[in-house]
């Protein structure tokens, strides 16, 4: 049953919260559910050491931005916010000590002036000073080895990882550095269960490799590492994870359908062939202290800069209401949030790639 949000209007208010109804335990919300957007205007920065950026975290008033080079050194940028003076690069390209191959991201646990980087080619953990002028991480340690395959992996408290699971129907992890098993949760299957499948698939015609690439996205915890969000870059949904609980609420939207594909075959495991066209859907997540925004996409690859069909960010709070639905002017491939000051700070996707900031 597809579950209406209700709105509250009041002539003092100047936003509209929404108070969905839940009876099946997750959230469903369209196009016609969110709120009026409200029109942000980004001004953009003009730091030539950045090249291609791909995303970006916020810390201690710095903008540590993340390159796309595999091949090179300085794969990430570290500039100071309220100056916005770019200070130092980082990244040493290598396979030996302190070196790095590629970045897919970086995240802070805690400790100042200090970012924790992550290598999926070598499956490796980097500690980097973001206050030095050296460009070698300073303490690394390989992805603990486990009977299950890691897809995506962040930091959650007193050093320890929540992971995102492919090649079985068990969706997340929670383990140690050292790669003791401290919880299991979730099963993918519960995603298709009872749902339309596209191609008149049956639920029992798709194994757990499938399903759970379809599935996969972008994980991410909140300051204090209670709440996790998982936004789907695929499928149009969103999960809050409780990590504390092992416990989780769905949101779908703004649509509902699957997305279209064919089954194929790579090595004797099914694989979902989504086709040229297929779009992008939540291209980054940022969890707040109380609420978290996503950055929805809704298009393909190669429409990601088309000047009609821009970015949109989506605020929720963490019981999956509603909050706020902002429209860019940039069309964006990461951002973060800068909750004190109310900035959000995106690295775009055009023809000059660089830093923006909206003030919102």
């Not at 649509?255 to 089954?263: D, R, V, Y």
Request: with cysteine; charged share 25%.
């Amino acid at each position: 049953m597809l579950i209406r949000t209700l709105y509250v209007f009041g002539a003092s208010l100047l936003f509209c919260a929404c108070q969905p109804k839940i009876s099946d335990g997750s959230v469903y919300f369209t196009e016609e559910d969110l709120p009026s957007p409200v029109e942000l205007i980004g001004a953009k920065y003009n730091i030539p050491e950045i090249l291609n950026p791909r995303g970006l975290m916020i810390k201690d008033g710095l903008a540590v931005i993340l390159e796309r080079k595999n091949k090179y050194d300085d794969k990430f940028h570290v500039i100071d916010l309220e100056s916005g003076n770019y200070l130092r690069s980082k990244g040493v390209h290598g396979l030996g000590p302190g070196e790095i191959t590629v970045i897919s991201q970086i995240e802070d646990t805690g400790e100042k002036n200090k970012v924790w980087a992550y290598d999926p080619e070598v499956r490796k953990f980097s500690k980097y000073s973001l206050s030095d002028t050296s460009k070698l991480a300073e303490e690394e340690f390989r992805s603990p080895a486990t009977e299950f395959f890691i897809t995506r992996a962040t930091w959650s408290k007193n050093q320890t990882l929540l992971t995102t699971l492919v090649d079985g129907w068990t969706k997340y992890l929670h383990l140690t550095t050292s790669g003791d098993t401290l919880a299991t949760f979730g099963n993918w299957r519960d995603m298709i269960k009872g749902r339309e499948l596209p191609n008149n698939y049956k639920e029992e015609d798709l194994d757990a490799n499938l399903v759970s690439t379809v599935f996969q996205g972008t994980i991410k915890g909140d300051p204090s590492k209670k709440y996790f969000v998982n936004a789907g870059r695929i499928a149009d949904y969103i999960e809050i994870i409780d990590l504390e609980n092992r416990s989780s609420k769905l949101i779908y939207g703004p649509t509902h359908e699957l997305p279209e594909f064919k089954i194929s075959y790579s090595i004797g495991y099914q694989m979902a062939d989504f086709g040229r066209n297929h779009t992008t859907r939540y291209m980054d997540v940022y969890p707040g202290n109380k609420s978290f925004f996503v950055l929805f996409n809704g298009k393909s690859y190669l429409e990601l800069s088309d000047p009609d069909k821009l970015n949109r960010i989506f605020e929720f709070d963490y019981k999956g209401n509603i909050l706020n639905h902002y429209q860019l002017d940039f069309p964006l491939g990461g951002f973060a949030v800068d909750e004190k000051n109310r900035a959000i700070y995106g690295v775009t996707v055009d023809r000059e790639p660089n830093l923006v900031r909206f003030d919102y």
